[in-house]
């Protein structure tokens, strides 16, 4: 199975010539599964809902699971922002704020980090983390997966303000639920790390796989636009996460990075320490 997870588009700041390739190498790897993880838009506004439709409709027909980020609910129209936050997202991507996807072998579970009371910040409430463990714990899938919006983990000392708050109850539920990965975006800043480093006793082989910016030109330290790729190999029992990179020399994107994620009754091979 074959996912690709987008995050941080920012409709209204998009680059035309990104979008583009973008759409092109979505065609070319096949997705079974698209996912969104939150800041689909610049400032929630009702247009730039309607680009990332345009958008979407460039793709192949594939489930689509979105989880809102904090642009994607207004900022100047507080009336909205009090009233009906999310109005412009659920029109174009449905009711549930927290979607979830299940194959016999794949869950994906969706969380919404946002607060409509909080330009930037993002939370797990303790419902919210009793409801996804639950949704983990009733599943026999052999890859679980949990997607929000904000981090629970930061690889720069700048980022640690954005590391939602119960972010540490929720890592550890969800881990005990048997979550074996957890994707992001907010920081426009891509990496991958295992969740024990900074929170012991997790699971070696727990991870969070964050993703850059895909199309905007709002990117951090001069990262290129980016998405990630999660593929998972029944046969060889095997999940590789990839981020691919676009590349203006050619233009397009390419695989600039891949790591094989050791699932939980296997052997932590993957060498980092």
């Not at 010539?17 to 759409?23: I, N, P, S």
Request: charged fraction near 20%.
């Amino acid at each position: 199975m074959r996912m690709i997870q987008l995050s941080d588009l920012h409709f209204g700041t998009e680059r035309p010539e990104v979008v583009t390739a973008l759409v092109e190498v979505i065609h070319q790897l096949e997705p079974d599964l698209l996912l969104l993880s939150g800041d689909i838009t610049q400032r929630a506004r009702r247009a730039q809902f309607q680009a990332c439709e345009r958008f979407l409709a460039r793709l192949p027909l594939t489930p689509l699971l979105a989880v809102p980020g904090n642009h994607d609910l207004p900022l100047f129209n507080l009336w909205q922002r009090l009233v009906a936050p999310y109005a412009h997202f659920r029109r174009t991507f449905g009711c549930d704020l927290a979607p979830c996807y299940q194959s016999d072998e794949v869950l994906v579970v969706g969380v919404n980090t946002t607060r409509p009371g909080k330009h930037i910040d993002g939370s797990f409430s303790t419902a919210k983390v009793a409801a996804v463990s639950r949704q983990l714990e009733l599943s026999d899938a052999r890859v679980k997966i949990v997607m929000g919006h904000h981090p629970v983990e930061a690889v720069l000392e700048v980022d640690e303000k954005n590391i939602a708050a119960g972010a540490e109850a929720a890592v550890r539920a969800w881990s005990r639920a048997g979550m074996q990965l957890y994707l992001a975006g907010h920081i426009h800043y891509p990496f991958c790390s295992r969740l024990d480093r900074r929170y012991p006793d997790v699971p070696s082989n727990c991870w969070t796989f964050q993703a850059g910016t895909a199309v905007s030109r709002r990117v951090r330290d001069h990262k290129a636009n980016s998405f990630n790729l999660i593929e998972w190999h029944s046969a060889q029992e095997e999940l590789l996460l990839s981020r691919w990179d676009f590349s203006p020399v050619l233009p397009g994107f390419l695989c600039a990075e891949q790591l094989q994620l050791p699932l939980r009754g296997r052997p932590d091979s993957s060498g980092a320490g």
